[in-house]
Each structure stands twice: as C-alpha cells, then as structure tokens.
C-alpha cells in the first residue's frame, strides 16, 4: 500500500466562510477540544489538513490590528495524524499568509500542559513573551515571532 500524502489547504478568508467549511471546522473544534467553547470561525483565514483523503486538521489565522499582529488561532490534529508533521505545516502556511497581507509580527498562545504545541512553536522561531495583560489563556505560554 502506498504512503499518504499530507496536504494543507486553505479553505476560508475572512470574507468567505461556507457553511459546510464552518461546519467541517466546528466538528473538528468539538472533537479535539472536547470541553472547550468552539472558537469563532468567521472573519477569520481556516486550513484543513488532508491526510489521503481523510480530514485529519485544521488550523486558523485571526488579525488583531489592535495587537499590531496576527495571531495563530485553534490548531487541532487528530491522533491518527500526530507526528507527521502537521502542525508545523500549519504554522508555515499561515506565516504565508500573514507576511502577504503585511504583518511582520506573529502571536499565539498554548497551555501550558500543551508542551508538544509549544515546541512546535519554538521550533519554528517563535519565542516566549509576558503579554501587558492575559489575552488569551490566563495560564499560559505566550509566544510571538517577528517575520
């Protein structure tokens, strides 16, 4: 049997989010963050990730001009697709597309018992910072990236 390939596809801008995108991304949220509000999809860029034909992730970009950044929104991998990768070709296409749209800064956040997501993150450049205030999770690690 041959190897799967993983893919990484945008699926939604800010201005464009279908229903069934909307509604692929929710059912992804709910199972991967089970306990968790769903983050909001809308206004917002979205990337699914393909492994062979199966869904296996997603990942979101969300500007906050107010920040002067972008920002790495919710980021999930299925467990059949961990290890490969995934999420550091989710950090890379995102990056893309921020420098495209002209930030040079790049901001996210993970919990701190989420040390996978944050040496992900370190590995990619990134680097911890103390936020003035808890914009995101109270407890936990802040990172950002100059681009």
Not at 25 to 48: A, I, Q, T
Not at 59 to 64: D, R, S, V
Not at 109 to 135: E, F, H
Request: hydrophobic share 35%; net charge positive.
């Amino acid at each position: 049997m041959g190897k799967k390939s993983v893919r990484v596809r945008r699926v939604a801008t800010p201005d464009h989010l279908t229903d069934d995108i909307k509604e692929q991304l929710n059912s992804l949220d709910k199972e991967l963050f089970e306990g968790s509000p769903v983050f909001p999809k809308h206004g917002s860029y979205w990337w699914l990730v393909y492994y062979g034909d199966d869904v296996v992730g997603f990942g979101g970009l969300t500007y906050y001009p107010e920040l002067k950044s972008a920002f790495l929104s919710r980021v999930g991998v299925l467990p059949i697709a961990r290890g490969l990768g995934i999420q550091k070709k989710l950090i890379k296409a995102r990056e893309r597309q921020a420098v495209k749209d002209g930030y040079d800064r790049i901001i996210s956040y993970t919990s701190r018992d989420n040390v996978v997501s944050a040496n992900n993150l370190i590995a990619c450049g990134y680097k911890l910072y103390t936020p003035k205030w808890d914009w995101g999770i109270k407890w936990g690690f802040y990172l950002e990236k100059k681009i």
